[in-house]
């Protein structure tokens, strides 16, 4: 939910960088929303190497209703240091992603 905000920030920049994550997979937009406001809550430390893991649909394990389909290696940053966020590796993805209209439907 991280980049769906743009009422608090009164501009669309979190939508485009939301849009900009799902050229990738819904997945890969999942995880760093996941490791951000893990961050931000204090739950990992900010530079900490982490997996996140994610899916591209609602309804179970990682949000997919098949199972988990993302996994990044990323080094975690707060939502205001943001530059500081890194994706060190990414251990899987979907090969063929829904396209962000495709999303809209579901």
């Known amino acids: 939910m991280l980049f769906h ?11 485009t960088m939301a849009n900009l ?4 997979c819904q ?3 999942v995880c760093f929303e996941i490791v951000l406001m893990a961050t931000d809550a204090g739950l990992l430390a ?13 309804g179970s394990i990682a949000g997919t209703a098949s199972g988990s389909d993302t996994a990044l290696v990323m080094q975690a940053a707060t939502s205001q240091h943001l530059k500081r966020l890194r994706v060190n ?7 063929n992603p829904l ?6 439907v579901r």
């Not at 905000?5 to 939508?15: C, Q, V, W």
């Not at 590796?89 to 090969?95: D, G, H, R, V």
């Not at 396209?99 to 809209?104: A, G, R, S, V």
Request: glycine share 12%.
């Open 5 to 15: 905000t743009d009422g608090l920030y009164g501009s669309n920049i979190a939508t």
């Open 21 to 24: 994550l799902r050229c990738f």
């Open 27 to 29: 997945g890969v937009k």
């Open 46 to 58: 900010s530079g900490e190497k982490v997996i996140a893991i994610a899916g591209t649909a609602s």
């Open 89 to 95: 590796e990414i251990i899987c993805k979907p090969l």
């Open 99 to 104: 396209n962000i209209d495709e999303l809209k």
